[in-house]
T-cell receptor
């Protein structure tokens, strides 16, 4: 079974631009979560989607948004990029997103904002 | 709000020896799970072990075991017979009914050959 894939793997953008990151979960997984990883703040939860519905959102500004498609693939968008948005963005999928489900992580997208 | 604390930014251990990584958490929930995830350098995050809060018995996965002290809200990871491949960042994480993982800051584990 193929693992979680994320595209692109690396991105360089400038301040003020917007960016869209993509995540394809493991086949059969219906829950997709997004996390931001930075040296200063560590791992922080962005949002979680299940069956195209956002069930929870972390404490991030409205510039961060996401969506999930009917095939469970998910995208996250960051508008009006700031230098502080430079981070590794991790996507994780699980069967149902229940608290006991193991989350399987993708390799991440490394975003650099100049 | 739930929090997870890992007080050891870095630990080192001699190959083949045992090391224990510490984690404490805070929650008012009664039903939750705790996890240890491993992130090797430039590689994907993978699950090492998980513990259900209502289970008294400590989880074990081969060389990895936990010491879960629910009353003390402590969840430490013991790695026995450390191997070079165990070198990684180790993250303690908490999950409850809110569909999110809350993470500790991580512990960098160095294995000395």
């Amino acid at each position: 079974k193929a693992g979680v894939t994320q595209t692109p793997r690396y991105l360089i953008k400038t301040r003020g631009q917007q960016v869209t990151l993509s995540c394809s979960p493991i086949s059969g997984h219906r829950s997709v979560s997004w996390y931001q990883q930075t040296p200063g703040q560590g791992l922080q939860f962005l949002f979680e989607y299940f069956s195209e519905t956002q069930r929870n959102k972390g404490n991030f500004p409205g510039r961060f948004s996401g969506r999930q498609f009917s095939n469970s693939r998910s995208e996250m968008n960051v508008s009006t990029l700031e230098l502080g948005d430079s981070a590794l963005y991790l996507c994780a999928s699980s069967l149902s997103g229940q608290l006991y489900n193991e989350q399987f992580f993708g390799p991440g997208t490394r975003l650099t904002v100049l | 709000a739930q929090t997870v604390t890992q007080s050891q930014p870095e630990m080192s251990v001699q190959e083949a020896e045992t090391v224990t990584l510490s984690c404490t958490y805070d929650t008012s929930e009664s039903d939750y799970y705790l996890f240890w995830y491993k992130q090797p350098p430039s590689r994907q995050m993978i699950l090492v072990i998980r513990q259900e809060a209502y289970k008294q018995q400590n989880a074990t996965e081969n060389r990895f075991s936990v010491n879960f002290q629910k009353a003390a809200k402590s969840f430490s990871l013991k790695i026995s017979d450390s191997q070079l491949g165990d070198a990684a960042m180790y993250f303690c994480a908490y999950s409850d009914s809110n569909y999110q993982l809350i993470w500790g800051a991580g512990t960098k584990l160095i294995i000395k050959p």
